[in-house]
């Protein structure tokens, strides 16, 4: 890596944006309203806790939402930015004292098929992600989060066809473009050739590719979280979708250099600690034939519990689930299967775990129901209990087209 000391405190208070998190405020990409801004109060009753507060257009079928500090970045499916074109399109809000947000900014994703944002640890970068033009682009962010023209852009190829059914691996898809929390390091799961790209993130100008990893055939790698662990090692989980499995790595780096942290001499290793299924207990990797998908993962705030969102596509009369794993950091198999827990509602595409400390609930975007359900959650046991909150968007939605694709806490 390239970067010096003084790079790992590189957001200036004049580049700052820190705002106090509300547990109160949710925001909703959905694909046929906009994006959403909903009021939660869990003292009313589950049908009325939550209220639409606004709504604002942001492109054809949005997809994904990042915030970070006062920002709020959306993209889109595609038709960015009119129906003649096909790339996706990035909005940058502006959060309002009032729980609003207006649009400030925006700028095509260059590629088809939004679905995922990120922002680097510095603040500085946004990633794009476009999953039916198997890219992912770079774009510098100013000091006030404005959207400055593409740095790179990455372009993935497939050699050929993987052994998903249907469309899920006829060519390379990417899902993600996800930045180490305190490395200059992107990690990019590309669910059509069953890789995982990593790299060298230091010089957006002049990107180095480390590590071209090569999956199980039939993994389907959709997304991956690594918990800031403010150590060498570090540990990264990643979201077999086709094949309903977390796989968890061990990330080490190798500083032989201890006065240039981060510097040319610095190596990474990558090593397989375990893989564990989203289904069940002890159960097996799954055929890749598109019948059960797994969504979305997420950690809780004290890095105690995991979640992985559970989608059937078989039966649309059954209800969908979230596992829930105990985590142990320091162990060589981080992750024990605890249970599932309902979703109450169907093709739980996204799901989120407010921002308080305690994580006390639990908020999920179900595609087909077109609705929004919020559970509380036990911080000891890490299952859900009572749903507090009830929202239907509108009528059921067979066609995935329409529905909520992601949800957010403030």
Same mark, same amino acid.
């Given at each position: ?94 959060? @309002?004292?009032?729980? &609003?947000? #207006? ?9 088809? %098929?939004?679905? /995922?944002? =990120? +922002? ?114 570090? @540990?990264?989980?990643? &979201?077999? #979708? ?9 990330? %080490?780096?190798? /500083?032989? =250099? +201890? ?152």
């Amino acid at each position: 890596m390239h970067s010096s000391i003084s790079r790992l405190f590189t957001l200036s208070l004049t580049c700052a944006t820190l705002v106090e998190s509300n547990p109160r405020i949710l925001r909703v990409a959905h694909q046929e309203r906009g994006i959403l801004t909903l009021g939660f109060d869990p003292s009313n009753e589950p049908g009325e806790s939550l209220q639409l507060l606004s709504t604002t257009q942001a492109g054809y079928r949005p997809g994904w939402l990042h915030a970070i500090g006062n920002r709020l970045y959306s993209i889109s499916r595609t038709h960015f930015p009119n129906d003649s074109f096909v790339d996706a399109g990035i909005f940058k809000f502006e959060k @309002l004292p009032n729980g &609003l947000s #207006e649009i400030i900014d925006s700028t095509s994703s260059h590629g088809e %098929g939004g679905v /995922h944002l =990120d +922002t680097s640890r510095d603040g500085r970068t946004l990633a794009s992600t476009n999953i039916d033009g198997s890219t992912v682009s770079l774009f510098p962010l100013g000091c006030s989060g404005d959207i400055h023209n593409a740095s790179y852009t990455f372009q993935y190829n497939l050699t050929q066809p993987g052994p998903g059914t249907g469309h899920s691996q006829i060519q390379s898809n990417p899902h993600a473009a996800v930045f180490h929390p305190s490395e200059d390091l992107m990690f990019v799961p590309d669910r059509g050739a069953d890789r995982m790209y990593i790299y060298d993130v230091s010089n957006t100008q002049d990107v180095t590719l480390l590590r071209n990893m090569t999956l199980l055939p039939g993994t389907g790698p959709r997304h991956l979280i690594i918990p800031d662990l403010g150590n060498e090692q570090s @540990l990264l989980f990643l &979201l077999g #979708e086709l094949d309903n499995t977390v796989y968890v790595y061990s990330l %080490g780096f190798s /500083h032989p =250099d +201890t006065l240039s942290r981060g510097g040319a001499n610095e190596t990474l290793q990558v090593a397989l600690l375990q893989s564990i299924s989203t289904l069940s207990r002890d159960g097996p990797r799954t055929e890749p034939i598109n019948e059960d998908l797994a969504g979305e993962l997420e950690l809780s705030a004290d890095h105690k519990f995991l979640y992985v969102s559970n989608r059937n596509a078989v039966s649309a009369e059954q209800l969908d689930t979230l596992a829930i794993y105990s985590v142990d950091l320091s162990s060589s198999t981080p992750l024990q299967f605890l249970g599932l827990n309902s979703t109450h509602g169907k093709i739980p595409r996204h799901f989120s775990l407010s921002s308080d400390d305690q994580n006390r609930y639990v908020a999920v975007a179900n595609q087909v129901t077109n609705d929004l359900v919020v559970m509380e959650r036990n911080a000891h046991t890490g299952f859900l209990g009572r749903v507090v909150g009830n929202f239907t968007f509108g009528p059921l939605d067979l066609t995935t087209d329409k529905g909520p694709m992601a949800v957010i806490w403030d």
